[in-house]
């Protein structure tokens, strides 16, 4: 479980700098209960939290990187990298995670957020997803709330009244992660939001024992193994 959320006195949004907050989606509150929308770019706790994951990685080293992100959010900014595609989900255009029409090992990082529970085969988009991702890449995967449920509620259909979502994943997604992924090490980042003092997770999929190494040197006692074998 993550540690309680403590809100931090002059709160600044780390994407913009912005000091107003309002309501989220629908007008809800952060789970403790404060203001979770930034007023100037819209960025929720996920995005500063994650935000701030790729400040530590460092940003500048994105320059030559080629990505593609799987629906639009506040967390990167696409100028950041060498090449950026963007797909989002539900339009004509978009593309379907669970058969990616795109070659292998087409991109040194791909980024999925809050995609994975919309669809039903998530082991096919898993395997999808780290199918285009370069040999020395990662995959950035998140999705809601994966540290505050210990089980995975999976409905085997997209629910209406949760968005559509096909399941919420719980804890035990580590064991989804060890059968659909043996051989595949998948690093668990856990970060606090800087306006509500929330936390929340996300995950990073390294492909090779250089990138793996560099991950973890630069996130340190923020990321640790979740699943899967460590080839630091």
């Not at 509150?29 to 530590?56: D, W, Y």
């Not at 040194?108 to 040999?135: F, M, Q, W, Y």
Request: hydrophobic residues 35%; negative net charge.
């Amino acid at each position: 479980m993550l540690p309680a959320a403590i809100p931090p006195a002059n709160p600044k949004c780390p994407i913009c700098n912005g000091v107003m907050f309002g309501p989220g989606p629908k007008g809800r509150m952060a789970p403790n209960g404060t203001l979770p929308r930034c007023v100037e770019c819209q960025s929720l706790e996920r995005h500063r939290i994650f935000r701030v994951m790729f400040e530590k990685l460092g940003t500048e080293n994105f320059a030559n990187w080629s990505a593609i992100q799987f629906s639009p959010d506040a967390t990167v900014d696409p100028s950041w990298f060498g090449s950026h595609e963007l797909s989002v989900y539900g339009e004509p255009s978009g593309l379907d995670i669970q058969s990616i029409d795109r070659p292998d090992a087409a991109y040194d990082i791909v980024l999925c957020s809050h995609v994975i529970e919309h669809v039903g085969n998530d082991r096919g988009a898993l395997l999808e997803l780290l199918r285009i991702t370069k040999p020395e890449g990662m995959l950035y995967l998140a999705f809601p709330d994966p540290f505050r449920e210990d089980v995975t509620r999976d409905w085997g259909f997209p629910k209406p009244e949760k968005h559509g979502h096909w399941r919420v994943y719980g804890g035990d997604v580590v064991k989804r992660f060890a059968a659909y992924l043996p051989d595949q090490p998948v690093l668990a980042y856990r970060g606090e939001d800087p306006v509500t003092g929330e936390w929340e997770g996300a995950f990073l999929l390294p492909r090779s024992p250089e990138r793996y190494r560099w991950i973890t040197n630069r996130l340190g006692s923020g990321v640790s193994l979740y699943s899967g074998p460590d080839i630091s």
